[in-house]
DNA sequence: GTCTATAATTTGATAGAC
DNA sequence: GTCTATCAAATTATAGAC
C-alpha cells in the first residue's frame, strides 16, 4: 500500500480514538518506521491531513452505503441495512465515528477540517431524509436529523462507558418503528 | 471568587469547545492574568484539573436537576424537565457537554478522567431509567441510554453544523411520547 | 497563593542531501 | 520519497523565593 493511504489509516485509528490534538506526525511516522519529516511531504500541516482524513471516510462510507442498499427496494429496508452498516462499523473496530468524535471538537478544529465535517453531517441527514420521504413521513428531516444524532450519540456513550448494550438499544428504537405490530 | 472556581470555569468552557488535549495551563492562566505555574498549586497534574471538572460538572448538573424537579410529581413532568434542562444548557452558552466531549475522546484520556466520565453517563441513565420504570415502560433501561444517547449525538451534530434544528428536533423526540394524541 | 526561573519533552514544520 | 539536521514554539511540570 502507498505511503498517504497507510498514513491516513493509522491517524484514522488513533484520531478515533483520541480525538484531533491527540494524534501527532511523530507517533503516526513512529508506527510506520519512518521519519516526522516524511509525513510533511504528503500531508504538508496537519490542516491538509485532517481534511484528506474526513475526505477519505466519508466517501468510503457512503460507498459502503451505496453498495449494501443499491440491490434494495423498499426504504425500510434502506435504513436496516443504513443503520446495521453503522453498527457493523462500530463494533468491528470498536470504534467511534472519526466524524463524531471531530465534531465534538468542532470548535477547535481548524476551518477546513471542521467545514468537511460539516458537510458529512449534512449529507448523511439528506439521504436519511430522502428514505423517510419516500415513507411519507409527517416531518422526514427531523426524523432524520434524530435517527443520525442518536447513532453518533450511542457510540460515544457507548464507548465510554463500555457498555455496548447502550449502542444496540438505540440503534434497535430507529429500527423498531418498521417492525410489524404483533 | 476563589482562582480554584475560576480556573474550572476556563476550563470548562475551553474544553467543551476543543476537547481536553486543546486545552493547555497557558492559555489558561492568561485569561486569568496569572502564570501558568501557579494553576500547578491547585492542581498538580492536568489529569487532576480533568477530574475536578468532569466530578464539579457532574455534581452542578446533578443538583440542577435534582432542584428543577424536586417539585413535580408525574415521571412525565420530570423527563420534560430534565430535556429542557438540557435544552437550556445547551442554548445559552452554546456548549456542548462536558462529557459529549470528553466521551468522543475517552480512551486517549487519563484512567481517572475517563472513569469519572463514565460515571455521569451511568448516573443520568439510572436516573432516566427509573423514571421510565415509574410509567411502566416495557424497556425502562434501554429507553433511558437511547434517550441519554440521543441528547449526547444532537448536541455534537447540531454544533457541528450549526443548524440549531437539529437538537430541536432530537429533543423533541423525547418529549413527543407524552403527548397526548389528538 | 503567586511569582521567577528553568527543565525536559513534544510538536508542527522547514531546508537540503540522497 | 525518505532521510538528517534543525528549529521555534508550546506543553507539562518542578524548585524555590516572596
Redesign the interface.
Given at each position: 500500500m502507498d505511503s498517504a493511504s497507510q498514513i491516513l489509516d493509522i491517524a484514522e485509528r488513533r484520531m478515533r480514538?483520541?480525538?484531533?490534538?491527540?494524534v501527532s506526525y511523530r507517533d503516526i511516522a513512529a508506527e510506520m518506521n519512518l521519519k516526522s519529516a516524511s509525513l510533511h511531504y504528503h500531508f504538508p500541516k496537519k490542516e491538509d491531513l485532517g481534511v484528506a482524513l474526513v475526505q477519505r471516510y466519508s466517501e468510503r462510507f457512503e460507498a459502503l452505503v451505496e453498495a449494501d442498499t443499491a440491490d434494495l427496494e423498499t426504504p425500510q429496508e434502506k435504513i436496516t441495512v443504513f443503520v446495521r452498516s453503522y453498527r457493523n462499523a462500530f463494533e468491528e473496530d470498536g470504534l467511534?465515528c472519526l466524524?463524531?468524535?471531530?465534531?465534538?471538537?468542532?470548535?477547535?478544529?481548524p476551518d477546513p477540517v471542521?467545514s468537511e465535517?460539516?458537510q458529512f453531517?449534512?449529507r448523511m441527514?439528506d439521504w436519511l431524509t430522502a428514505q423517510y420521504e419516500d415513507l411519507s413521513f409527517a416531518?422526514p428531516?427531523?426524523?432524520a436529523?434524530?435517527a443520525?444524532?442518536?447513532?453518533?450519540?450511542?457510540m460515544?456513550?457507548?464507548?465510554?462507558?463500555?457498555d455496548e448494550?447502550?449502542?444496540e438499544?438505540?440503534a434497535?428504537?430507529i429500527l423498531v418503528a418498521f417492525k410489524p405490530a404483533h
Open positions: 480514538k483520541a480525538g484531533f490534538n491527540a467511534v466524524c463524531a468524535v471531530l465534531g465534538a471538537e468542532a470548535p477547535g478544529l471542521a465535517v460539516k453531517f449534512e441527514i416531518a428531516r427531523a426524523q436529523q434524530s443520525i444524532s442518536l447513532l453518533q450519540g450511542a460515544i456513550v457507548s464507548s465510554a462507558t463500555g448494550a447502550i449502542f438499544a438505540s434497535n428504537t
